[in-house]
C-alpha cells in the first residue's frame, strides 16, 4: 500500500514536471500578422508591432515606462511603402529581427500559461543591467539560440587543448559593449563563458570549433611527424648498433686470423 | 484490493487532468492593463495564506508600470509563480520570512538573510523565483581561485564568495540556478 502510494506520488511529480513547457518554445499564430505601411501621418511603432505579436500569440508583454516611452515613440523602421504580411511559422523571427534592430531586448518571463515576456530598451538605464536578463543555454542547444535575435543568451563552451586565455584576449575586439555580449576564459580551465543575442552566440560558438578543429588537425600533423622522427631516429640507431656489431665481429676474426 | 486502489487513483487522476485541460476548477484573478507591481502583490496576497510585504524604501518600486498591453488573467494556482516572476523582473527579491516574505531590492538585499537552500531543490526548480537563497556548491575543478567565476556569476546579480574548495552563491533563485548550471557546464 505504501509502496503505490509512494509510486503514485512520484508519477504526480513526474507528470507535472512533464508539463513545464520549454522558455523557447513561443506560441505560433493561427494566421499572419500584417504591419500597416508608414505614410506621411505615421504609421506602426513598436509599441503597435508588440500589441499586434501579442495578441496573435496569446502573449502578454511587461514593459518599464522609460521602454514604453521609446516603444510608442519608435517607428517600425522595415516596411516603407506597403504593409508586411508576416506568415506563422515567421512571425517569431521577424518580430525578434524588427525588435533588435531598433534597440529593444525581449526577455520571455514565463514558460507556463499565461506567458510572460518583458521588453527593454537599450536606450535606457537598464542597458548596464541587461546581461542579467540572460538565459542559460547548455553548449549543445546553441543551435536553438539563433533563431533568437532579440534575446540574450549565455553559454559555456569546452575547448580542450586550447589556450583559452590566449584566445579570449585576442578576439576581444569582437565583443565591443559587454554589456550585451562577452566571452569569458574561466580561469585556468579548458573553458569559456560567453554571453550575446543568439545568433551572435551561435557565431562564436561555431568560430570557437573552428579554431578548435585547426588546432585538432594541426596537432594531428605536429605528432604524426614527430611519431615519425622518433621512428627515423629508431630506425638510424638500430642500424648504426648493428653496423658496431658486425664492425666489432670482424675485428674478432681479424685478431684471430 | 490493491488493483481496485489503483484503478480508482487512476480514474480519479484522469477526471483532474481532464478537468484541468478544460479549465475547470481553476480560480483565476483579472490583472487589469494599467496595473502596477504593487497592484499584483496585493491580488497575490488576496490569494494565498503567506503575505508579501513591502520593505521599507523598496514601496517606490510598488508604483513601477508593468505596462500590459491588455488585462491579465491569470489562474490562482500560478499567481505565486507570476508574482515572482513579475518582482524579479522589477529587480526586486522575495527575503522568506515566517508566513510573510519582505520584498526588497535585489540591490539592498544582505546576504545574511538569504535563505539556505540544497542546490538540487534550486535544480529542480522547486522554489518561486525570486525568492533569496544562499547555497553552495564545489568549485569546478580546475578554476585556481573563485574570483575567476565571480564576474560571470555578477552577469546575473549573483554574489559569489568561496570558502576552500567550495563555493557560496547568493541571490534570486532562478538566477542562481543560472550560474549554477553554467558552473556545471565548466
Known amino acids: ?257 | 484490493m490493491r488493483l481496485s486502489i489503483a484503478s480508482s487513483t487512476l480514474a480519479a487522476l484522469l477526471l483532474l487532468s481532464g478537468c484541468q485541460s478544460l479549465g475547470l476548477g481553476r480560480a483565476a484573478v483579472s490583472v487589469p492593463a494599467e496595473a502596477t507591481l504593487g497592484d499584483v502583490v496585493a491580488l497575490a496576497n488576496s490569494s494565498r495564506a503567506s503575505t508579501l510585504v513591502w520593505e521599507r524604501d523598496s514601496e517606490q518600486y510598488a508604483l513601477q508600470s508593468l505596462g500590459l498591453g491588455g488585462p491579465l488573467r491569470v489562474p490562482v494556482s500560478r499567481l505565486d509563480d507570476v508574482t515572482h516572476a513579475l518582482l524579479l523582473w522589477g529587480g526586486l527579491v522575495v527575503i522568506p520570512g515566517d508566513g510573510q516574505d519582505r520584498i526588497v531590492a535585489a540591490d539592498d538585499a544582505s546576504p545574511a538573510e538569504a535563505r539556505q537552500v540544497d542546490r538540487a531543490l534550486l535544480l529542480a526548480e522547486a522554489l518561486p523565483p525570486a525568492t533569496f537563497v544562499m547555497t553552495t556548491c564545489p568549485q569546478p575543478g580546475e578554476v585556481e581561485k573563485p574570483t575567476h567565476l565571480r564576474r560571470l556569476a555578477e552577469q546575473w546579480g549573483v554574489h559569489l564568495s568561496g570558502v576552500d574548495d567550495n563555493l557560496v552563491l547568493t541571490g534570486a533563485a532562478d538566477r542562481v540556478t543560472r550560474v549554477l548550471r553554467t558552473f556545471s557546464a565548466i
Request: with cysteine; proline share 5%; net charge negative.
Open chain 1, 1 to 257: 500500500m505504501k509502496f503505490s502510494i509512494a509510486c503514485l506520488a512520484v508519477a504526480i511529480l513526474v507528470t507535472e514536471s512533464a508539463q513545464a513547457g520549454d522558455i523557447l518554445d513561443f506560441p505560433i499564430p493561427d494566421s499572419p500578422i500584417v504591419i500597416p505601411a508608414q505614410s506621411e501621418s505615421g504609421g506602426a511603432s513598436i509599441a503597435d508591432l508588440i500589441a499586434l505579436y501579442s495578441e496573435a500569440t496569446g502573449q502578454h508583454c511587461v514593459m518599464d515606462s522609460a521602454t514604453q516611452g521609446y516603444a510608442n515613440s519608435t517607428p517600425v523602421s522595415s516596411q516603407a511603402g506597403g504593409s508586411m504580411s508576416i506568415a506563422p511559422e515567421r512571425v517569431q523571427v521577424t518580430f525578434e529581427t524588427l525588435l533588435v534592430a531598433n534597440d529593444f531586448v525581449l526577455t520571455p518571463l514565463t514558460a507556463d500559461e499565461p506567458r510572460l515576456f518583458s521588453i527593454t530598451s537599450l536606450n535606457t538605464a537598464r542597458r548596464n543591467t541587461v546581461s542579467s536578463l540572460g538565459i542559460f543555454l547548455p553548449a549543445d542547444r546553441v543551435d536553438d539560440a539563433a533563431a533568437h535575435p532579440a534575446i540574450l543568451f549565455t553559454t559555456a563552451i569546452d575547448l580542450p587543448g586550447i589556450d583559452v586565455r590566449n584566445l579570449a584576449s585576442s578576439i576581444r575586439h569582437m565583443f565591443p559593449d559587454q554589456n550585451i555580449s562577452q566571452l569569458l576564459a574561466v580561469g585556468s580551465t579548458s573553458s569559456v563563458a560567453m554571453w550575446g543575442f543568439g545568433p551572435m552566440v551561435k557565431r562564436t560558438r561555431d568560430l570557437l570549433m573552428t579554431v578548435k578543429a585547426t588546432n585538432d588537425a594541426e596537432n594531428k600533423v605536429l605528432r604524426s611527424q614527430r611519431d615519425a622522427d622518433e621512428a627515423s631516429r629508431r630506425a638510424q640507431s638500430s642500424s648504426a648498433s648493428q653496423a658496431r656489431a658486425k664492425g666489432g665481429a670482424q675485428a674478432v676474426r681479424l685478431a684471430g686470423a
